[in-house]
C-alpha cells in the first residue's frame, strides 16, 4: 500500500471556524491532489500541486485553500468551514517519469461535518 | 474537457452471476483508463488499468475490461460475482501520457444478493 496518512479522519466542527485537513506522503511522489466524494458527484478535484509551492485549481477550489512547503505534505484549509463542505475528503497522489501511467494512490479519507 | 460517464448509479445481481458495469468517456484521443473500486469507509484502489496494447485488461479479484474505441468505452465485467464484491466502483480517464489529472464518473454502487 502506497503511504499515504490522512489527519484527522473525522471531525466536527461549526460553521464559520477554519480547518486545515492534512497528507502526508512516504513515497516521494510529485503529484498530490485534494479530492471530495459526495453522493451522486463521484470525486471532485479540489486543488493539486505538481511541486513544493506549485499548485494549481481544480473544479470545485472556490472556498478552499491548499499549501505545500514540503514534498511529503500537502494541506487543504477551508478559511471559514459551510455546511455545504460537510463532506468526505481523500488526499490521492501519483508520480512522472518513464512508466508511470498517471493513475492515483489514495489516502484512507477525512471525514468533515460542518454543523 | 474529458468527461467519463457510468450508466447506473446502482447495479444489483445475484450470487454466481455476470457483473457488467458500464463506462463510457468522451475524449477523441483514447485516454488512460482506470476502474477503482471503494469498499465501505475506505480509500479507492486501483482494480485496473488501460494505457496501450492489448485492449483486454485483466484486474484483481477477477476482474477485466476492455477497451473499444469505436464506442468510447471501457466496460468492466466479472463473469461470477461474489459477496465480497458489493462496493462503489469508480470509472477514471486521463489525457494520456503527459496528462496527471483523472476525470472520475460519479461511481455505480455494485450490490450482490445471495
Known amino acids: 500500500d502506497a503511504g499515504i496518512t490522512q489527519s484527522p479522519r473525522h471531525k466536527v466542527t461549526e460553521t464559520g471556524t477554519p480547518v486545515t485537513l492534512r497528507c502526508h506522503q512516504t513515497e516521494n511522489h510529485r503529484y498530490m491532489y485534494w479530492y471530495r466524494q459526495d453522493p451522486g458527484h463521484g470525486l471532485r478535484l479540489i486543488h493539486y500541486s505538481y511541486g513544493v509551492k506549485d499548485t494549481d485549481k481544480g473544479e470545485v477550489s472556490d472556498g478552499y485553500s491548499v499549501s505545500r512547503s514540503k514534498t511529503e505534505d500537502f494541506l487543504l484549509t477551508l478559511e471559514s468551514a459551510t455546511s455545504s463542505q460537510t463532506s468526505v475528503y481523500f488526499c490521492a497522489i501519483s508520480d512522472t517519469g518513464t512508466g508511470h501511467t498517471g493513475e492515483l494512490f489514495f489516502g484512507e479519507g477525512s471525514r468533515l461535518t460542518v454543523l | 474537457a474529458q468527461s467519463v460517464t457510468q450508466l447506473g448509479s446502482h447495479v444489483s445481481v445475484s450470487e454466481g452471476a455476470l457483473v457488467l458495469l458500464r463506462c463510457n468517456y468522451s475524449s477523441s484521443v483514447p485516454p488512460y483508463l482506470f476502474w477503482y473500486v471503494q469498499y465501505p469507509n475506505q480509500g479507492l484502489q486501483l482494480l485496473l488499468k488501460y494505457t496501450t496494447g492489448a485492449t483486454l485488461v485483466k484486474g484483481i479479484n477477477g476482474f477485466e475490461a476492455e477497451f473499444k474505441k469505436s464506442e468510447t468505452s471501457f466496460h468492466l465485467t466479472k463473469p461470477s460475482a461474489h459477496m465480497s464484491d458489493a462496493a462503489e466502483y469508480f470509472c477514471?480517464?486521463?489525457?494520456?501520457?503527459?496528462?496527471?489529472?483523472?476525470?472520475f464518473g460519479k461511481g455505480t454502487k455494485l450490490s450482490v444478493i445471495p
Open positions: 477514471a480517464a486521463s489525457n494520456g501520457a503527459g496528462s496527471y489529472q483523472l476525470t
